[in-house]
Antibody, heavy 123, light 111 residues
Framework: VQLEESGGGVVQPGRSLRLSCAASGFTFSSYSVHWVRQAPGKGLEWVALISYDGSKKYYADSVKGRFTISRDNSKSTLYLEMNSLRIEDTAVYYC?????????????????WGQGTLVTVSS | HSVLTQPPSVSGAPGQRVTISCTGSSSNIGAGYDVHWYQQLPGTAPKLLMYSNNNRPSGVPDRFSGSKSGTSASLAITGLQAEDEADYYCQSFDTRLSARVFGGGTKVTVL
């Protein structure tokens, strides 16, 4: 199982950025996938979840209305479109697969993690 | 401010036993949701250490154990080793937030 995030960088407040996560080593289209972030020196925060078929999407209150999670199963790739970025969005963003196939249950834990991509929001 | 509360740090000598608490409320752990634990070694991504309260994934030493009771959970490390020095996070689901939530993390130091 491999998850490789990309697209991070330095961006000004109010601007947009799109992250990607390329998956390999498993049947991407069978698994729900999350984004989880970690501010520098801080703890973990769940950001968003998309179901295996893209039919269901869930967001943390802190990003609702600003971030959009999506996926392209033909390319085995997950995306996170981030708009109206704020300084507090500065973090390493991890792509995380659900542990089992199908729709992700609220009881479930986080499965394999990517290595993350750093997003820095600064003027 | 994290929904789940963990001590910022714990420490112990090699071979000793340490425990990390994770305190929640009636909207998460107390509502019956499982607690999961992750280990984050310095400079790396988190890794699943314990799932569904007390289940170890393949490859995790049996020195690690987990438990849950009421609105709290705990992770115990027996026979502490230098390689256990890391940050540990608990995680559950909160019905009020409709979100997966984490503890603030606990740094384990091997003296």
């Amino acid at each position: 199982v491999q998850l490789e995030e990309s697209g991070g960088g330095v961006v000004q407040p109010g601007r947009s950025l799109r992250l990607s996560c390329a998956a390999s080593g498993f049947t991407f289209s069978s698994y729900s996938v999350h984004w989880v972030r970690q501010a520098p020196g801080k703890g973990l925060e769940w950001v968003a979840l998309i179901s295996y078929d893209g039919s269901k999407k869930y967001y943390a209150d802190s990003v609702k209305g600003r971030f959009t999670i999506s996926r392209d199963n033909s390319k085995s790739t997950l995306y996170l479109e981030m708009n109206s970025l704020r300084i507090e969005d500065t973090a390493v963003y991890y792509c995380v697969r659900a542990p089992t196939t199908g729709h992700s249950s609220s009881w479930e834990w986080f499965g394999p993690w990517g290595q993350g991509t750093l997003v820095t929001v600064s003027s | 401010h994290s929904v789940l509360t963990q001590p910022p740090s714990v420490s112990g000598a090699p071979g000793q036993r340490v425990t990390i608490s994770c305190t929640g409320s009636s909207s998460n752990i107390g509502a019956g949701y499982d607690v999961h634990w992750y280990q984050q070694l310095p400079g790396t991504a988190p890794k699943l250490l314990m799932y569904s309260n007390n289940n170890r994934p393949s490859g995790v030493p049996d020195r690690f154990s987990g438990s849950k009771s009421g609105t709290s959970a705990s992770l115990a490390i027996t026979g502490l080793q230098a390689e256990d020095e890391a940050d540990y996070y608990c995680q559950s689901f909160d019905t009020r937030l409709s979100a997966r939530v984490f503890g603030g993390g606990t740094k384990v130091t091997v003296l």
